[in-house]
């Protein structure tokens, strides 16, 4: 069954460094979207991609974050200037039609 | 604005016991619905999903899910859990005007032998 993998699985970075989270969406997905869970809190949404440009954002999207898909395949996440309460689990997720979203295993993200 | 609400926070349930995991949520247009299970040090796993049609939903593993719009529900149940269903699952809302989903707070069953 086709799945959605993410690199790394964990990371750890220290507070102000760039990190580059990579995600292989499901290959005849067309909506991408990024996910995360800080420690014991809920899934929260971040952003989806259709189209080769962001539809969607949330509040803790901003100017720090931004997403790319270089390459046709590969979709990422970049933190610019890492800070501690960035620290969570990154979920990268595609679908086909928009109603169905299938979630990746998580990037660990810890900032020190 | 969509919310979703899972009352429990945790469900402990001994092996062989139904379960039900409570869902509510709140939206002003029409909705797609999910329950998501994410088992321990592991991602999120669809479990079941309502889109539209048959209001009651089922998975390959026994759960199953009846969309109830009077109540605005989707809870989650199963008639006989195992060990290995011990694991946290999520409620998500999705709906027509948005590609995003909106999660609860997740509920933690843990299976007792």
């Known amino acids: 069954e086709p799945e959605v993998t993410q690199t790394p699985s964990h990371q750890v970075t220290q507070m102000g460094q760039e990190v580059i989270l990579r995600c292989v969406p499901i290959?005849?997905?067309?909506?991408f979207y990024w996910y995360r869970q800080i420690l014991g809190q809920k899934v929260e949404f971040l952003v989806s991609?259709?189209?080769?440009?962001?539809?969607?954002k949330s509040e803790i999207f901003d100017d720090q974050f931004s997403v790319e898909r270089p390459d046709g395949s590969n979709f990422t996440l970049k933190i610019r200037s890492t800070k501690l309460e960035d620290s969570a689990m990154y979920f990268c997720a595609s679908a086909l039609s928009g109603d169905t979203i299938y979630f990746g295993e998580g990037s660990w993200l810890t900032v020190v | 604005a969509q919310s979703v609400t899972q009352l429990d926070s945790q469900v402990p349930v001994f092996e062989e016991a139904p379960v039900e995991l409570r869902c509510n949520y709140s939206s002003s247009v029409s909705v797609y619905l999910f329950w998501y299970v994410q088992y321990p040090n592991q991602g999120l796993q669809l479990l079941l999903k309502?889109?539209?049609?048959?209001?009651l939903v089922e998975s390959i593993n026994g759960f199953e899910a009846e969309f109830n719009k009077s109540q605005t529900s989707f809870h989650l149940r199963k008639p006989s859990v195992h060990i290995s269903d011990t694991a946290e699952y999520f409620c998500a809302v999705g709906g027509v005007d948005t590609d995003k989903l909106i999660f609860g707070t997740g509920t933690r069953l843990q299976v007792f032998p």
């Open positions: 309502y889109l539209s049609g048959s209001t």
């Open positions: 991609f259709y189209n080769n440009e962001i539809s969607e």
């Open positions: 290959s005849n997905h067309l909506y």
